[in-house]
């Protein structure tokens, strides 16, 4: 009987409806909703999720996401609280930094709703590379968050064709009525995925990157590029080999590393990292001109 007693009392602890039956026994509440706990979790992991919690909630996009991942961080807070354990270091100890995040603007919340509900959005947007805006209907597939700043997949009703849009470029976005048009998932991954980057389309040029001795310490761990080979060479150096289609993002990554990588191939990545360095030396060669500031 004691041991009876301990576990009703533990279920009660738990928030368990149990009352005393008239069979001197016991049972659950009539109709009372209730379910116990993950206690499979270990405290540890139960902060490990609330530190990523913490993590992915974030900027301007805390109100969507705060909103959406409310009840588990509740349900997290309520079992760490349910075992008796109190807040341990590792939240405190854990450090996220972030560094070239951009806000994604007012419309993200919107955006997200519609990616959720699957309906289709009329955007205004203004690309970076043209500077100049477009109202484009689209059918919104993934928020993709990439370095630190967020992306929108859509296919693309006025160009008939999948696109990525920056969510910080989009200067307004209006639900549409029409359910969004569903692009399967293997096609998506084919022409979203298969680039360097967040540049889409299917790759069409294979990079071949040689690190020096030195650099090749941190390269040969990293994760460019899903389908990337690499191979050390006989002195040191590591020869890094990864697919691509637009050479943007590629290039100013491997700008980032100046004298320590060389562009072996192809000829037109070369040439297009070697012109980049150039005009970055040709400004060093005079004296510094300090520009007046306005106002």
């Known amino acids: 009987m004691p041991t009876v007693r301990r576990t009703v009392a533990r279920l009660r602890e738990l928030g368990a409806p149990v009352v005393a039956s008239d ?51 509740d349900k997290l807070e309520s079992l760490l609280s349910a075992q008796g354990l109190a807040r341990t270091p590792l ?7 972030r560094m070239g995040g ?3 603007g007012p419309w993200f919340t ?25 109202l484009r209907e689209v059918s919104p597939q993934r928020l993709v968050r990439y370095r630190d700043n967020w992306y929108l997949d859509a296919y693309c009703h006025s160009r008939k064709a999948l696109r990525t849009f920056a969510v910080d470029r989009i200067l307004r976005a209006d639900p549409r009525a029409r359910p969004a048009r569903n692009v399967p998932e293997a096609q998506l991954d084919a022409h979203l995925t298969r680039g360097y980057g967040i540049f ?22 990293e994760r460019w590029h899903p389908e990337q080979s690499g191979a050390w060479l006989v002195d040191g150096r590591f020869e890094l080999r990864l697919p691509y289609a637009d050479p943007r993002e590629l290039a100013a990554d491997v ?40 106002g």
């Open 23 to 73: 069979a001197a026994g016991y049972r659950y509440q009539r109709d009372a909703a209730f379910e116990l706990p993950g206690l499979w979790f270990a405290p540890a992991e139960l902060e490990a999720l609330l530190v990523l919690h913490d993590a992915v909630v974030d900027g301007a996009e805390r109100q969507f996401l705060t909103r959406t991942l409310a009840p588990l961080r």
């Open 91 to 97: 939240r405190r100890r854990v450090r996220i930094l």
């Open 102 to 104: 951009r806000d994604p």
């Open 110 to 134: 919107r955006i997200a709703d519609a990616v959720v509900a699957r309906k289709r959005l009329l955007i205004d947007y203004r690309g970076r590379v043209r500077d100049a805006e477009s």
């Open 200 to 221: 889409a389309g299917v790759a069409t040029a294979v990079a071949v990157l040689r690190f020096t001795a030195e650099r090749a310490r941190w390269v040969a761990e």
């Open 255 to 294: 700008l980032h590393y100046g004298p320590d990588v060389e562009v072996l191939a192809p000829p037109e990545l070369r040439a297009l990292v070697a012109a980049r360095l150039r005009a970055a030396a040709a400004q060093y060669r005079a004296k510094p001109r300090l520009a007046r500031v306005s």
